[in-house]
């Protein structure tokens, strides 16, 4: 039997009977509701800042440009509960929310028009991922290396 402790909730689900799958739903289950919340108050927000810019000040690109922003920023909203899953070891979270982070940011920098697509543009975009990504994980490492668990 595996006991997965998060936060103030113990989650105890038999590893035979309902597989590993059932095992990360249950340690991301506590976070479902307020990262759809997050995520959709984002949207919203920057949703309604592109459509002001269009409508009030006819800047359609000008509009899309914040649009294509509020969507990276809903995806580093909806992401950044990965580093609260304590049971995953710091490799792993940083890994996989990488790893969406990429799903998010690599295609709206090229949808969004920032980047024209060939492969030197992404040779560039990755780096300046790598090296935005590494300095945020820095920082964040440093402020929250400290932080205990409630």
Request: glycine fraction near 8%.
């Amino acid at each position: 039997m595996g006991i997965v402790y998060f936060q103030k909730k113990n989650y105890t689900i038999q590893k035979k009977k309902k597989g590993r799958w059932a095992i990360y739903m249950a340690e991301f289950r506590p976070y479902l509701k307020v990262t759809v919340l997050r995520i959709l108050g984002v949207l919203l927000a920057f949703g309604l800042c592109a459509l002001s810019i269009w409508q009030f000040n006819g800047q359609p690109s000008q509009a899309w440009q914040t649009f294509c922003v509020g969507f990276i920023v809903a995806g580093i909203a909806g992401t950044w509960n990965i580093y609260d899953i304590n049971s995953w070891p710091l490799r792993k979270r940083t890994l996989v929310h990488t790893f969406f982070m990429a799903l998010v940011v690599f295609p709206t920098l090229f949808i969004s028009g920032w980047f024209p697509f060939n492969p030197a543009n992404l040779a560039l975009a990755a780096g300046i991922f790598i090296l935005s990504g590494a300095i945020a994980w820095t920082i964040g490492y440093v402020f929250f290396r400290g932080k205990k668990i409630k």
